[in-house]
């Protein structure tokens, strides 16, 4: 069936959550799009809910394949698709009526942007710790594409399942990749790399369940481990850091040293650490002097890179740094 936009559905024993998802699809005020759903190897009966579904309606395509995760999923259902601009779905979200419309649109006016995602609400609410609103209250922050390529190496600055991209341009930069790393996060990341524009639309068009079984939350590809060794991939490659410039790595304790080990090991070392804890200054670590940031004001400017992964800290630091006339994106960046 030929259509505008595919959502792109994996799912795997959903049953007990795919109906609420299913529902929120088909209520879309946007209607000329086709729903491709992928049945990753499930052994419930959430073959037999879409199958129901499909009687009712023909946008409807249900393909099958053998349990291999959600990037065999979603690789599977660009390959099978012919739409040019795809839709991110996850079987236990809801969409706002209008999301459909909204980021079809937004990409029909704006043909610089690869990727569009929007703010999300977490429910439900009464599971939701601090850590996990103050993430959300960040991610909600992050609109701009500006905003977007500023962050992107401090986490995931776009919620997966909000997303709506152009296919051929994923496909282009190879479309999802397999590997010991959260796959949504890899994706982006290459996608900066190629110096594609991503933003996000500021309406609530997601609403993202949470819960102690998501695949976030039980898989090793989604540790902070994990998201700390792609990010250094990337981040060891970025252009700003094959100027020349010294780095000076903000965070000398144990913890945030131990992270930035994974930019070392690309060859990326400290010039100088920089740390407010007056008994950390004056040590070395990795041949380099912890100083205090007034430092920063000496001789010639060091590119920063603050691995203090506290939100509220980072805020306090960049605003530190702009004093200092530190620009971010240019003379800092944050990283997780």
């Known amino acids: 069936m030929n259509a505008q936009l595919a959502v792109l559905l994996p799912f ?55 349990h291999q995760g959600v990037v065999g999923a979603m690789n599977h259902a660009m390959d099978n698709c ?19 419309a909204l980021q079809f649109d937004y990409l029909q006016a704006n043909p610089d942007i690869a990727l569009v995602g929007s703010r999300v609400r977490v429910f439900p609410e009464e599971i939701i710790q601090d850590g996990f609103h103050e993430y959300i209250r960040w991610q909600n922050d992050c609109i701009t594409p500006q ?6 190496y401090v986490e995931l600055p776009i919620v997966n ?8 341009l994923v496909l282009g930069v190879g479309g ?27 309406d609530v068009l997601l609403h993202w369940r949470d819960g102690d079984d998501r695949l976030t939350r039980t898989d090793q590809r989604y540790s902070r481990a994990a998201f700390d060794r792609i990010r250094a991939v990337y981040l060891a490659k970025d252009p700003r850091l094959q100027q020349g410039r010294p780095i000076a790595y903000w965070g000398a304790g144990r913890a945030t040293r131990r992270r930035t080990e994974h930019l070392i090991s690309h060859g990326h070392m400290p ?19 912890v100083v205090a ?22 805020a306090l ?20």
């Open 147 to 152: 905003q977007i390529a500023d962050n992107i």
């Open 12 to 66: 795997y024993n959903s049953a007990s959550t795919l109906v609420e998802t299913l529902d929120s699809i088909l209520a879309q005020t946007f209607q000329d799009f086709v729903l491709i759903a992928v049945d990753d190897g499930s052994t419930d009966n959430s073959c037999d809910i879409v199958r129901d579904y499909m009687k009712q309606d023909n946008r409807i395509e249900l393909l099958q394949m053998e």
């Open 271 to 289: 010039h100088v650490w920089i740390d407010i804890d007056p008994s950390k200054i004056g040590k070395i670590y990795q041949g380099a002097e």
């Open 317 to 336: 630091i960049a605003r530190d740094l702009e004093g200092r006339g530190y620009r971010k994106g240019i003379d800092y960046l944050m990283v997780g």
């Open 161 to 168: 399942p909000s997303i709506c991209f152009r296919r051929e």
């Open 176 to 202: 999802y990749h397999d590997g010991d790393f959260p796959e949504d996060y890899e994706l982006l990341l290459r996608l900066h790399q190629y110096g594609y524009q991503m933003a996000k639309l500021p």
């Open 82 to 100: 012919t739409a040019p601009v795809c839709a991110r779905m996850d079987a236990d979200d809801i969409m706002a009526p209008e999301r459909l």
């Open 293 to 314: 940031p007034h430092w920063l004001e000496q001789g010639e400017k060091p590119f920063v890179l603050s691995y203090v992964s506290n939100h509220g800290a980072q």
